[in-house]
């Protein structure tokens, strides 16, 4: 399998399960996005919270350079450790929601 259709598959495994969680507090749910043309990934909440309108984005990666990059995890999930027990290696998960100084300090790619 092509390495950026693995990546993609690793990412929306973990999209879809995140995609399952039900809000008790929400009439609506999550959404998964998924620009595969531009390889751009990312779960998104919607709907009401009592006469307060919701709309989070609590996970989004992209494929950037053959790289996984997380953008954003608002979630309590190790998104890293996630990717890399589907084999995607350390070298290629990128934490883009560190600034760049800091993600040498990761245990993830810098970019």
Same mark, same amino acid.
């Given at each position: ?9 690793? +990412? ?8 399952? +969680? ?11 996005? /998924? ?13 009401? =919270?009592?006469?307060? &309108?919701?709309? =989070?984005?609590?996970?989004? &990666? =992209?494929?950037? =350079?053959?790289? +996984? ?27 883009? &929601? ?10 993830? /790619?810098? /970019?």
């Amino acid at each position: 399998m092509d390495k950026i259709k693995q990546y993609e598959k690793a +990412i929306l495994n973990i999209l879809e399960e995140y995609a399952k +969680i039900k809000y008790a507090n929400i009439d609506g749910g999550n959404e998964v996005i /998924a620009d595969k043309e531009n390889h751009r990934y990312q779960v998104v909440t919607i709907g009401w =919270d009592g006469d307060v &309108f919701v709309h =989070d984005c609590p996970i989004h &990666f =992209d494929i950037i =350079d053959g790289k +996984i990059w997380v953008q954003q995890n608002m979630t309590e999930w190790e998104v890293g450790e996630m990717l890399e027990e589907q084999g995607v290696p350390k070298s290629d998960i990128v934490p883009g &929601f560190l600034p760049p100084d800091l993600r040498q300090y990761s245990k993830y /790619a810098v /970019a």
